[in-house]
């Protein structure tokens, strides 16, 4: 069976969609973009690190805002605009990777996971329940939606560790532990695992996974934090 692939951990001059974008660092690596002031990008507002100062920051709202204040997450984005660079970094060690998407394509992604993305890609959400659940007490978490239905894109995300990638072949299925998991495409459906283990003279335990099956990519983090707000 072949193992995840580790993905790149460092980009120098990468070009996709007209934006040029450069990967740098390996404890806490940054992410710096090239603004031509053809395309614009938008990125969660706690993670700039520097900008050039011809680069124009200004506030873009997100679809569907009023579900989103319901459930406690996000309903703006920061966005960058103009000419020159902008650099961004998580607090947090991990791993930084760009996506490239191609016209129509749709990648789900882990919530707290999104970094950036250029102006084009759609950003919406989806709840799910249950999963959080069974690990914190809570009634599920949410899965980031980017859909580039404009045209090429690109979608910048951080994962805790080393980030890995494994394609599924049709029918193919794989259990990885509901932290562990980063993003997927959208023709990856998942499900939830659960195996009782008898400790014999005890109760017992439940081991959870989540049960991805293929065709399509799945990323996985090699470390995970489970947010308070996964609730």
């Known amino acids: 069976m072949q193992r995840p692939v580790l993905l790149k951990t ?32 938008y990125f969660e507002h706690h993670i700039l690190l520097w900008k ?16 989103r204040m319901i459930a406690g997450i996000q309903i703006f984005v920061t966005q960058a605009s103009g000419r020159g660079q902008i650099a961004f970094s998580r607090d947090g060690a991990g791993h930084v990777f760009g996506m490239h998407l191609a016209q129509g394509q749709e990648m789900h992604v882990r919530e ?51 980030v890995f ?15 562990g998991w980063l993003y997927k495409d959208l023709s990856v459906k998942m499900d939830t695992n659960i195996q009782r283990l008898s400790t014999g003279l005890f109760a017992g335990v439940n081991l959870v996974t ?15 934090v489970h947010m308070a707000t996964e609730q």
């Open 10 to 41: 460092s980009v120098v001059d990468e070009t996709f969609a007209g934006v040029t974008y450069h990967i740098d660092g390996e404890l806490v690596p940054s992410l710096t973009v090239d603004l031509s002031g053809e395309q614009s990008i």
């Open 52 to 67: 050039h100062p011809e680069v124009v920051i200004s506030i873009r709202a997100m679809k569907g805002a009023l579900k």
């Open 112 to 162: 707290h996971q999104f970094l950036a993305a250029t102006g084009n890609v759609e950003y919406t959400f989806e709840r799910v329940k249950g999963i959080s659940n069974m690990l914190l007490g809570g009634t599920g978490f949410f899965i980031d939606k980017f859909h580039a239905a404009k045209g090429e894109g690109i979608l910048w995300l951080h994962g805790y560790g080393n």
């Open 165 to 179: 990638e494994r394609v599924l072949a049709p029918g193919e299925q794989i259990d990885v532990e509901p932290g």
């Open 210 to 224: 989540n049960r991805f099956t293929g065709p399509g990519r799945l990323g996985l983090q090699s470390m995970y």
